[in-house]
C-alpha cells in the first residue's frame, strides 16, 4: 500500500467529498484500518441517518464543515439545510467514538457577523461539548464566488475571541497567518503545548496526552513515539495528520 510504502500514519478522505464517492471511501478505509493507519474523513456532514454507520464505521477521525448557522444560508448558497448537518455532528459525538472536529469558512456579509457566530459557538458547547475544536477559516474569492472579498484577519480572530469566550476551550483560525491562532493552549493552565507557523510546528510539549506543565489531560487523539495527532486541533494544515 502507498500510504505505507512512504511512511504515512494515515490517510485523509476530501476533494471532493467523500459522501459522493462513499462506496470507494469505505472500502479504502476497511483496508487501511487492518493495515494500521488511521483514517481520516473530511466532509460537509450531509449524511443520511442509514448511511452515516457504514460511511463512519473505519474512520478514526473526521472534519465536518459546517457552512454557516443559519438556514437561510444553506438554502441560499449550499441549496441543502442545516439540520441534517447538525443531527450528523450529535450522531458523531453521541453514538460514536470518532474524534471530531468542526469547520466554519466565513464569508463577508454572508456568516461572519458576531451574532451568528456567537449562537454556533453556543450550541457546539451544548451538544458537542467544550473540547470540541473549531476552526475558523478565512475566505477567498474563487471559482463561482468571486463578488465577495476576501476575509480580513480582523474577522477570524474577531470569531476566535467569540469562541474562548462562549466556552470553546480549542479554537484555531486557518488560511491567514497567525500563529497565536493556530497554537494549541493547555486548556487548565494555559502554557502553549503546540506551536505552529504555517505548515511548520516551533514548538511541541505534550507528554504523552498530558500538558508538561501542570500534567492536565489534553483532549485528543496522539499517535504514540512521535509529536503526531489525528485530531485536527493538532495539525499543522487542515487535512494533516500530524502535528
Request: charged residues 25%; proline residues 4%.
Amino acid at each position: 500500500m502507498l500510504a505505507r510504502r512512504t511512511g504515512c500514519t494515515g490517510i485523509a478522505y476530501t476533494y471532493n467529498d467523500p459522501v459522493i464517492w462513499a462506496e470507494f471511501a469505505i472500502d479504502v478505509a476497511r483496508a487501511a484500518r487492518a493495515a494500521g493507519l488511521v483514517n481520516i474523513l473530511v466532509t460537509a456532514g450531509y449524511v443520511t441517518a442509514e448511511a452515516r454507520p457504514e460511511l463512519f464505521a473505519y474512520i478514526d477521525a473526521t472534519n465536518v464543515d459546517l457552512k454557516a448557522f443559519t438556514e437561510d444560508f444553506y438554502q441560499r448558497i449550499t441549496l441543502s439545510h442545516l439540520a441534517p448537518v447538525l443531527e450528523t455532528l450529535e450522531w458523531l459525538r453521541r453514538e460514536t467514538a470518532v474524534w471530531t472536529e468542526v469547520t466554519t469558512l466565513l464569508i463577508p456579509g454572508l456568516n461572519d457577523g458576531d451574532e451568528e457566530i456567537g449562537r454556533e459557538c453556543d450550541w457546539l458547547v451544548e451538544h458537542l461539548g467544550p473540547d470540541v475544536p473549531l476552526h475558523f477559516t478565512a475566505f477567498h474569492p474563487d471559482y463561482r464566488m468571486l463578488d465577495r472579498p476576501g476575509t480580513p484577519l480582523a474577522t477570524v480572530r474577531r470569531a476566535r475571541g467569540i469562541a474562548r469566550a462562549r466556552g470553546v476551550r480549542h479554537c484555531y483560525v486557518g488560511n491567514v497567518h497567525d500563529a497565536e491562532g493556530q497554537t494549541t493552549f493547555c486548556a487548565a493552565c494555559g502554557t502553549a503545548l503546540i506551536e505552529r507557523d504555517w505548515h511548520a510546528v516551533r514548538l511541541y510539549r505534550l507528554d504523552g496526552d498530558r500538558c508538561v506543565a501542570c500534567g492536565a489531560t489534553v483532549a485528543g487523539r496522539f499517535h504514540p513515539g512521535r509529536h503526531a495527532g489525528f485530531e485536527r486541533h493538532t495539525a499543522g494544515t487542515r487535512f494533516a495528520v500530524g502535528v
